[in-house]
C-alpha cells in the first residue's frame, strides 16, 4: 500500500461510518413504511425532467471555467468543458472539493496554462457562483422570509431531528478535521523544496489582474442564469415527489445550499449529507421526514446520473492520465 493510501484510509473509513450512521438514523426515523409510500408517489415523468434542466445548471459552470480562462489564451472549449466534467464527476467521490484541485492539474497538463492562472479560474467559477447564490438566497429571504418563519413557529421539528443535526454535524466536522490534520502532517514529513522566485500569493495577485472586470462581469451574469436553472431542477423535483411547499422558492434555495455543504464533506457517492440537509431543512417547511427522505434519494439519484453522463466519457479517456497526476503528487 503506497503512502498516499495509508493518509487516505483514516478518513474515507470515518466517512463510511458516519455516513452509515446518519443513513440509518433517517431510515428508522421516517419508517420503511411510510418511506415505501413516499417512493410510491414519485412521478417518473417529472422526475425525468429534472435531468436536463440540472443538466444545464452544470454545463453553464464549466462554461464559465473556460471563459474564466479566456484572459491567458483561447483553450478549446471542448477540452475545458471535458476537464469541468471530470472534476465534477471526481468531486461526487472526493470530500473538500477535491475534484478542483484535479482540475488545476488536468487544466496545466492539457490546456498548458499556469499553476496561477489554473487556481484563479477555478476559483473565479466557484467562488462567484457562491456569490451570486448568496445574494439570490438573501433576496429571497427578504421576500418569502416572512411566510416561512411563521410557518417554522408551528411546526414541531422534534428531539429525533435535533439529535440527528448534531450528529451530522459532529461527523462531517471530524471528517473536515481529519483530513486536514492528516495533510498538515504530510507536508510537514514531506522534504522541503527551494521556494520559487516569486511566491503563490504573488502569482495568484498577476492573475487575478489579468482577468478584467468585463470577464467577471460576463462570468457573473452566467453564474447567475446557473443559479436560476438550480433552483429550477429544485423546483421540478418538487413536483416529482408531489410536495407543496410552501414558499417552494427559498425551500430550494435552502435546500441547494445546504446540500452543497453537507458535500463538500461528505462526498455525494454516500448520500448521507445530502440525505441529512435535506429532511433537516424541508422538516423546517413541515415536509415529514419519510417524503423529505424519498426527495433526498431522488436528489441522489439525479445528481448521480447527470454526473455520470457528463462526466463518464471524459473521466474514461483521462484514466491513464490521471494515473500519471497521481504518481506525481
Given at each position: 500500500?503506497?503512502?498516499?493510501?495509508?493518509?487516505?484510509?483514516?478518513?474515507?473509513?470515518?466517512?463510511?461510518?458516519?455516513?452509515?450512521?446518519?443513513?440509518?438514523?433517517?431510515?428508522?426515523?421516517a419508517?420503511?413504511?411510510?418511506?415505501?409510500?413516499a417512493?410510491?408517489?414519485?412521478?417518473?415523468?417529472?422526475?425525468?425532467?429534472?435531468?436536463?434542466?440540472?443538466?444545464?445548471?452544470?454545463?453553464?459552470?464549466?462554461?464559465?471555467?473556460?471563459?474564466?480562462?479566456?484572459?491567458?489564451?483561447?483553450?478549446?472549449?471542448?477540452?475545458?468543458?471535458?476537464?469541468?466534467?471530470?472534476?465534477?464527476?471526481?468531486?461526487?467521490?472526493?470530500p473538500?472539493?477535491?475534484?478542483?484541485?484535479?482540475?488545476?492539474?488536468?487544466?496545466?497538463?492539457?490546456?498548458?496554462?499556469?499553476?496561477?492562472?489554473?487556481?484563479?479560474?477555478?476559483?473565479?467559477?466557484?467562488?462567484?457562483?457562491?456569490?451570486?447564490?448568496?445574494v439570490?438566497?438573501?433576496?429571497?429571504?427578504?421576500?418569502?422570509?416572512?411566510?416561512?418563519?411563521?410557518?417554522?413557529?408551528?411546526?414541531?421539528?422534534?428531539?429525533?431531528?435535533?439529535?440527528?443535526?448534531?450528529?451530522?454535524?459532529?461527523?462531517?466536522?471530524?471528517?473536515?478535521?481529519?483530513?486536514?490534520?492528516?495533510r498538515?502532517?504530510?507536508?510537514?514529513?514531506?522534504?522541503k523544496?527551494?521556494?520559487?522566485?516569486?511566491?503563490?500569493?504573488?502569482?495568484?495577485?498577476d492573475?487575478?489582474?489579468?482577468?478584467?472586470?468585463?470577464?467577471?462581469?460576463?462570468?457573473?451574469?452566467?453564474?447567475?442564469?446557473?443559479?436560476?436553472?438550480?433552483?429550477?431542477s429544485?423546483?421540478?423535483?418538487?413536483?416529482?415527489?408531489?410536495?407543496?411547499?410552501?414558499?417552494?422558492?427559498?425551500?430550494?434555495?435552502?435546500?441547494?445550499?445546504?446540500?452543497?455543504?453537507?458535500?463538500?464533506?461528505?462526498?455525494?457517492?454516500?448520500?448521507?449529507?445530502?440525505?441529512?440537509?435535506?429532511?433537516?431543512?424541508?422538516?423546517?417547511?413541515?415536509?415529514?421526514?419519510?417524503?423529505?427522505?424519498?426527495?433526498?434519494?431522488?436528489?441522489?439519484?439525479?445528481?448521480?446520473?447527470?454526473?455520470?453522463?457528463?462526466?463518464?466519457?471524459?473521466?474514461w479517456?483521462?484514466?491513464?492520465?490521471?494515473?500519471?497526476?497521481?504518481?506525481?503528487?
Amino acid at each position: 500500500m503506497s503512502a498516499a493510501s495509508h493518509r487516505r484510509w483514516p478518513s474515507l473509513l470515518l466517512q463510511l461510518l458516519g455516513s452509515g450512521l446518519v443513513i440509518l438514523l433517517l431510515v428508522r426515523h421516517a419508517e420503511l413504511d411510510r418511506l415505501r409510500d413516499a417512493m410510491a408517489m414519485v412521478d417518473p415523468v417529472w422526475l425525468v425532467l429534472v435531468l436536463p434542466v440540472r443538466a444545464v445548471a452544470v454545463a453553464l459552470h464549466e462554461l464559465r471555467l473556460w471563459l474564466a480562462l479566456r484572459p491567458w489564451g483561447t483553450p478549446p472549449v471542448g477540452r475545458v468543458l471535458g476537464v469541468g466534467f471530470t472534476a465534477g464527476l471526481a468531486n461526487t467521490l472526493v470530500p473538500l472539493r477535491g475534484g478542483d484541485v484535479l482540475a488545476v492539474a488536468l487544466l496545466r497538463a492539457e490546456c498548458g496554462v499556469s499553476t496561477a492562472a489554473a487556481v484563479t479560474a477555478v476559483g473565479v467559477a466557484s467562488v462567484l457562483e457562491a456569490l451570486v447564490f448568496g445574494v439570490v438566497l438573501m433576496l429571497l429571504l427578504l421576500i418569502q422570509g416572512a411566510a416561512w418563519a411563521a410557518g417554522v413557529a408551528e411546526i414541531d421539528l422534534g428531539t429525533a431531528l435535533r439529535d440527528l443535526a448534531l450528529i451530522t454535524a459532529a461527523v462531517t466536522m471530524g471528517a473536515a478535521a481529519l483530513v486536514l490534520a492528516l495533510r498538515q502532517l504530510h507536508r510537514r514529513a514531506a522534504p522541503k523544496a527551494e521556494a520559487p522566485p516569486a511566491g503563490l500569493l504573488a502569482r495568484l495577485a498577476d492573475a487575478g489582474r489579468g482577468l478584467g472586470l468585463s470577464t467577471l462581469a460576463w462570468n457573473g451574469a452566467l453564474a447567475f442564469v446557473q443559479v436560476v436553472f438550480f433552483l429550477a431542477s429544485m423546483l421540478v423535483l418538487f413536483r416529482a415527489m408531489g410536495l407543496d411547499v410552501a414558499p417552494a422558492l427559498l425551500a430550494a434555495g435552502m435546500l441547494q445550499a445546504a446540500g452543497s455543504l453537507a458535500a463538500t464533506v461528505l462526498p455525494q457517492t454516500l448520500g448521507a449529507g445530502q440525505a441529512a440537509s435535506t429532511v433537516l431543512v424541508l422538516a423546517s417547511f413541515g415536509v415529514p421526514t419519510a417524503p423529505a427522505l424519498a426527495t433526498a434519494a431522488m436528489l441522489w439519484a439525479t445528481h448521480q446520473v447527470v454526473t455520470l453522463l457528463l462526466g463518464g466519457v471524459p473521466l474514461w479517456r483521462r484514466l491513464g492520465r490521471l494515473v500519471e497526476l497521481r504518481r506525481r503528487a
